[in-house]
């Protein structure tokens, strides 16, 4: 997705993160984000919870199978598949050196974390150097 400024998430967007990510303590919580471009051009981003198929407390792994389910997914609904989220329970929202290094090897870009422990998430752009994407809720 090029040009990616203001973002949009719905209210019920965050909530549905920070309710997975609780729900999956003391796990990461993880699933795959969607972007439509509107008329106005603001972009709306959706978010579509997935297993995750790590078995390390502190790491997250989306199936290929997933990405591809959700892929059809959001084709349906006029939405791209774009990025990934996941929870760090007790870290930051900010991406790990593993994340960077994770995000370098696939082509969804928009990473956005939830950090339990802070209670807020940020978005990315993630390239060698993570840029934070603005966003506001509506
Ligand atoms: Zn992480």
């Known amino acids: 997705m090029e040009n990616i400024e203001g973002v949009f998430l719905q209210k019920d967007t965050i909530k549905i993160i920070a309710n997975e990510a609780i729900k999956h303590l003391p796990k990461e919580a993880c699933g795959l984000i969607g972007a439509q471009r509107l008329s106005d051009g603001n972009i709306n981003l ?12 502190n ?3 989306i199936s290929d199978q997933d990405i591809l389910l959700i892929q059809k997914r959001c084709k349906s609904l006029g939405y791209s598949l774009c990025g990934c989220y996941h929870s760090h329970p007790k870290g930051r929202d900010i991406p790990s050196t593993k994340d960077i290094l994770c995000a370098s090897k696939s082509n969804l870009k928009v990473w956005a974390i939830y950090s339990v422990r802070l209670n807020r998430l940020s978005i990315y752009n993630m390239g060698a150097v993570p840029i934070k994407i603005e966003y506001r809720i509506e």
């Open 46 to 57: 959706v978010v579509f919870p997935v297993l995750n198929k790590s078995k390390k407390n």
């Open 59 to 61: 790491r997250f792994l």
